[in-house]
């Protein structure tokens, strides 16, 4: 096992390592740029390294500054988190190369569903069914798109090719819509990753995101830990997520499951990963991608398998073989996480500030993980998600209950933050159904979208 | 030697930025060495005096810019340290270990008291394996030197105060 893990991150995931580490008996090193002198998980690691100014391409992507700084400070091993550099497969080999145990699948791996039509086209020869899109290697220019448009038939959902985070993504309901937009996804695409490459999907009206969580040891054993239902996005970005999804049945989550991992198996995947799985209102599925990371809403897995992702990781990443077989996987009740924001719920614009007055909620069944305390100034620079209330319980319908006294009692002063937006959804009749697909919160979007001049329109309906 | 003549030569010194200076001659040898942590001249004859460095100048300067003061926190807790107007840190650009020469065997490249030039190496900081040379940011006079030899730095860490002018 690791005597000193690097972890190259902030906020929620950063403290959740550690933690991790904690456990395992693993001294951490946390780093932190000059705007995260006070964060939480520079005053909980074992040693802290300041690696560079606020800017995050100059401190938590700058590569040297975190090699170095875990070489100087004599770290074994580095864990990414989400975001940041952990999906940088540059990132993984320079580790490797220094010496250094990336806590995450190997460089290749990143690097390929990295790819996303390269991973379309590996998923399709290995039988795992893809979405209708773009064949080949993508498109770059509007009239190749256009033929692909053609092809598919309207709607169709743009894409990055290097995508991620919703960035460089757009419905296109028409010819006129997709010579619009394709243009600004590109070059959003291009400000994000770097890349003009694009890729067309067809885009499916009702359908629900479910993926399935995937562990895999570096002796080929894979195992999928069920699914989480992911269909309540703003703009591409995850709001709520739940597990096990309200429709699937025990026999759709066999076939997706095995669908997952064979897809992580083909390539001879290690690590955690995640299958994303569009569910069409027919009960087809098509793989959407895959990411090579931890996810933000793991814990809503961990909740209901009761496995410690995080500890897996490392311990994979250690060399251990996994110390359970697929079969010995259960499934334990309903998990919901709430992915709180700094932000204000109905301008949807980022709320930074200090906090004073934080209470979090507590009791049975419930978890919150936070990097938040009184006196804490949010900074302007970073991800708005300051914390994660995830609910346990027996059924579903406990579970609702559950989040909504648990949201009731969780008190932030000093920022504004998207808990109201929470509440309404536990309160949604076709939420407490379980009949949402990923235009739901578009319904909460429209009427606010449209009286603010800052926000563009809502396009995720 | 006559105090007159060693009174010529300190100002020799400080006019430019030498630390140490020995001489020898018909009547004698004389080392005059400049700042308070310089090694001292325990040993040597009593016929060689030991000078202390002018250093009104700057205790004017520090005098001066009493009302102007800043401060800069130090990362072991030792309290903030004190800076005149004229007092710059010299912070660590990168993280990395911070070596005060270029060999273990050679001198430092500065000591507390030595004179610098803009642009002249002061220290290195080694990072990823890479020997970074760290150049003073302006001419003066180093005052202080805050990390410790072969020791991690990170980013933004204060290493050294040097007085410009």
Redesign the interface.
């Known amino acids: 096992m690791f005597k000193k893990l690097l972890v190259a991150n902030r906020g929620t995931i950063a403290i959740r390592i550690i933690r991790a580490c904690r456990e395992l008996g693993i001294q951490t090193v946390a780093v932190f740029s000059?705007a995260d002198k006070d964060a939480l998980h520079v005053r909980m690691a074992d040693e802290s390294?300041?690696?560079?100014?606020p800017a995050a391409e100059d401190?938590y992507l700058n590569i040297?500054?975190i090699?170095?700084?875990a070489?100087?400070?004599g770290a074994d091993a580095i864990h990414p988190g989400y975001g940041f550099l952990s999906e940088n497969g540059d990132f993984a080999e320079a580790c490797q190369r220094?010496g250094l145990q990336f806590v995450g699948p190997r460089a290749r791996h990143i690097r390929l569903m990295g790819d996303k039509p390269r991973a379309r086209r590996i998923m399709k020869r290995a039988g795992v069914p893809v979405l209708p899109g773009s064949e080949g290697k993508g498109v770059t220019e509007v009239r190749d798109a256009f033929a692909d448009a053609k092809r598919l038939g309207f709607p169709v959902l743009i894409k990055a090719a290097a995508g991620g985070g919703g960035k460089g993504m757009r419905v296109a309901r028409n010819a006129k819509e997709l010579v619009r937009l394709f243009p600004v996804a590109r070059a959003e695409s291009e400000a994000a990753f770097g890349s003009r490459t694009m890729y067309l999907e067809k885009y499916l009206e009702n359908s629900r995101h479910v993926e399935f969580q995937i562990l895999a040891d570096n002796e080929r054993h894979v195992l999928h830990l069920g699914e989480r239902n992911c269909s309540i996005q703003r703009r591409h970005q995850k709001v709520i997520e739940e597990s096990p999804c309200p429709v699937l049945t025990a026999r759709m989550r066999e076939k997706m499951g095995k669908a997952a991992v064979r897809a992580a198996d083909v390539v001879g995947y290690s690590n955690v990963g995640t299958v994303e799985f569009l569910l069409a209102p027919d009960g087809e599925f098509y793989f959407i991608e895959m990411n090579t990371r931890i996810q933000v809403e793991h814990g809503v897995t961990e909740m209901v398998t009761a496995t410690d992702l995080v500890k897996e990781s490392i311990r994979i990443a250690a060399g251990e073989p996994l110390g359970f077989k697929q079969r010995q996987v259960t499934f334990n009740g309903n998990a919901m996480e709430f992915r709180i924001y700094a932000e204000d719920p109905e301008r949807h614009l980022p709320s930074p500030g200090v906090v004073s007055n934080h209470h979090p909620p507590g009791g049975l069944g419930v978890r919150v993980e936070t990097a938040l305390y009184d006196g804490y100034r949010v900074p302007v620079h970073y991800d708005p998600l300051i914390a994660k209330l995830i609910v346990h319980a027996d059924t579903r319908d406990l579970a609702i209950a559950r989040a909504r006294a648990a949201l009731r009692e969780y008190l932030i002063d000093g920022i504004k933050t998207n808990i109201p937006l929470h509440m309404k959804i536990l309160h949604d009749p076709d939420f407490i159904r379980g009949s949402f697909s990923t235009n739901f919160l578009s319904r909460y979007e429209r009427a606010p979208a449209h009286e603010d001049p800052v926000a563009p329109a809502a396009k995720a309906s | 030697m006559e105090a007159r003549e060693i009174k010529a030569l300190i100002a020799l010194m400080h006019d430019h930025g030498l630390v140490e200076l020995e001489i020898e001659d018909k009547k004698g040898k004389v080392r005059l060495v400049r700042g308070t942590a310089a090694p001292t001249a325990a040993g040597e004859s009593n016929s060689v005096p030991r000078v202390a460095a002018p250093v009104p100048k700057a205790q004017k300067g520090r005098a001066a810019a009493a009302s102007a003061k800043s401060t800069v926190a130090t990362r072991d807790g030792s309290g903030p340290l004190e800076l005149a107007a004229n007092q710059k840190v010299i912070e660590s650009p990168?993280?990395?270990?911070f070596y005060r020469a270029a060999s273990p065997d050679a001198a430092p490249f500065v000591e507390e008291g030595s004179s610098v030039r803009k642009g002249q190496p002061i220290c290195i900081i080694?990072?990823?394996?890479m020997m970074n040379e760290i150049e003073a940011p302006a001419s003066g006079r180093i005052v202080k030197i805050l990390a410790e030899n072969a020791q991690?730095v990170?980013?933004?860490?204060a290493l050294m105060i040097v007085e410009v002018g």
């Open positions: 000059t390294v300041c690696i560079g100014p401190s040297p500054s090699l170095s700084a070489l100087t400070y220094s | 990168m993280v990395g270990t080694e990072a990823m394996k991690p990170e980013y933004g860490q």
